[in-house]
């Protein structure tokens, strides 16, 4: 069966870098895009960034382009979110879905990781 | 940027009674659009996708409906399992949620 496993929680300084993984399995890993989502304490979601797991092309949402980072490991199947230049109201839980069809880059997600609780505080 | 915007905000329901949340976008998704249920502490759950498709596993009391800016969820007998914040998403262009509807077990 499809599942998607993430890293375990992180605490950060202010400033610091943040990389969490997600570890597929039960599908061919070349084939599903991987977006990444965010979820702050009590709000809603906020789209990330996306990978092709294939090609290893991204896109990022404008708001934290510049500071985040989308890439692969095709051997161990697994996609990693690396987030630079951390700040307060960067704290949230940390979310990887997968798309629910194969070579599609924008459709509903099918499958989500367990999320990974990122905390930044000094 | 496509906002999403989802009314009520929290919607008191009976067990048995029929639940209507609504969706608008800020302009046409067409029928790109999912909704997914979050309980707490758990991962959002796709529920409907293409505005009116059920998931797979899903349940016949969710429905979904809409087209272009507005759409529905209906749940037409709520369980108090269904105890959930539920979010809609587009996908027509880079993916937005809306804030959510939290639906609580009057």
């Known amino acids: 069966q499809v599942q998607l496993v993430q890293s375990g929680a992180e605490v950060k300084k202010p400033g610091a870098s943040v990389k969490v993984s997600c570890k597929a399995s039960g599908y061919t890993f070349t084939t599903y895009y991987i977006h990444w989502l965010r979820q702050a304490p009590g709000q809603g979601l906020e789209w990330v960034g996306v990978?092709?797991?294939?090609?290893?092309?991204?896109s990022y949402a404008p708001s934290i382009e510049g500071r985040v980072s989308l890439t692969r490991d095709t051997s161990t199947t697994t996609v990693y979110m690396e987030l630079s230049g951390l700040r307060s109201d960067d704290t949230a839980i940390y979310f990887c879905?997968?798309?629910?069809?194969?070579?599609?880059?924008?459709?509903?997600?099918?499958?989500w990781g367990q999320g990974t609780l990122v905390i930044v505080s000094s | 940027e496509i906002v999403m915007t989802q009314s009520p905000a929290t919607l008191s329901v009976s067990p048995g009674d029929r639940a209507t949340l609504s969706c608008r976008a800020s302009?046409?998704?067409?029928?790109?659009l999912a909704w997914y249920q979050q309980k707490p502490g758990q991962s959002p759950r796709l529920l409907i996708y293409d505005a009116s498709t059920r998931a797979t596993g899903i349940p016949a009391r969710f429905s979904g409906s809409g087209f272009g800016t507005e759409f529905t969820l209906t749940i037409s007998s709520l369980q108090s399992e269904d105890l959930a914040v539920y979010y809609c998403?587009?996908?027509?262009?880079?993916?937005?949620f809306g804030e959510g509807t939290k639906v609580e077990i009057k």
């Open positions: 990978i092709n797991p294939g090609l290893g092309s991204t």
């Open positions: 998403q587009q996908y027509d262009v880079w993916p937005t």
């Open positions: 879905a997968r798309v629910a069809a194969p070579g599609s880059a924008l459709l509903q997600y099918d499958h």
């Open positions: 302009q046409s998704v067409t029928s790109d």
